[in-house]
């Protein structure tokens, strides 16, 4: 048994220790996405109609919101108006403010981004009732 290991070893270093040949061949630039890009206006609509659905559930509107801010962006404020009229249909005010502390968090360092979408959300925010972090005073938490 140890003579199989020994001889099994002494062929794998064997192998290890010859030189191989080097190839080059040449690099070639390849297209993996066939596939139609889309633009930010059907993007925009695209999730405006998702939130919009009357039959959204909770479930849905998490699952939508978690796949939005993964996105390497910041959600516009028709997108996000449409959010906060699902959360105002499912009566979930915690989610409607988990969404603005989402956009806050997700516009990082560039300040002027969140006060810009409030300022947007303005009219939805009074209409619908929903108050902001700052205002609930959750932000200094």
């Not at 993996?32 to 959204?56: A, M």
């Amino acid at each position: 048994m140890f003579r199989a290991v020994f001889r099994l070893s002494a062929t794998g270093a064997r192998s290890l220790a010859r030189s191989r040949a080097c190839y080059s061949a040449p690099l070639a630039s390849r297209c993996y996405s066939h596939g139609r890009v889309e633009t930010d206006e059907e993007f925009d609509s695209r999730w405006v109609t998702y939130f919009s659905k009357p039959d959204i559930d909770a479930w849905e509107l998490r699952k939508g919101m978690n796949t939005l801010i993964g996105y390497d962006l910041v959600p516009e404020a028709k997108i996000l108006d449409s959010a906060l009229r699902a959360c105002r249909r499912l009566n979930d005010m915690a989610s409607a403010v988990r969404i603005l502390e989402a956009v806050k968090d997700k516009a990082g360092p560039h300040k002027d981004i969140y006060p810009y979408l409030l300022q947007e959300l303005q009219p939805t925010l009074s209409e619908l009732g929903i108050s902001t972090p700052e205002e609930l005073g959750i932000d200094k938490l």
